[in-house]
């Protein structure tokens, strides 16, 4: 059997943590900028973990 391919859209956007949690970035990050404040486009710049009712699927794209 061959191996299973990783999904390179889902191999580009997460990050495994080394407890198993899977890191991703914020939306609302690229364009449209300047009606945004500072504080808010520096929280956005930030690493987050994504919810734990996802994990399942995201890690299905990651085997």
């Known amino acids: 059997m061959p191996k299973m391919k990783t999904k390179s859209g ?4 997460f ?3 080394g407890t198993g949690k899977i890191k991703r970035k ?3 990050k690229s364009h ?3 009606k945004k404040d500072t504080k808010r486009k520096r929280n956005l710049t930030k690493m987050t973990l994504v919810h ?3 994990h399942k699927n ?3 794209l990651l085997p």
């Open 10 to 13: 889902a191999k580009k956007r």
């Open 15 to 17: 990050k495994l943590t």
């Open 26 to 28: 914020h939306a609302y």
């Open 32 to 34: 449209i900028l300047t």
């Open 52 to 54: 734990p009712s996802d």
């Open 58 to 60: 995201i890690l299905s």
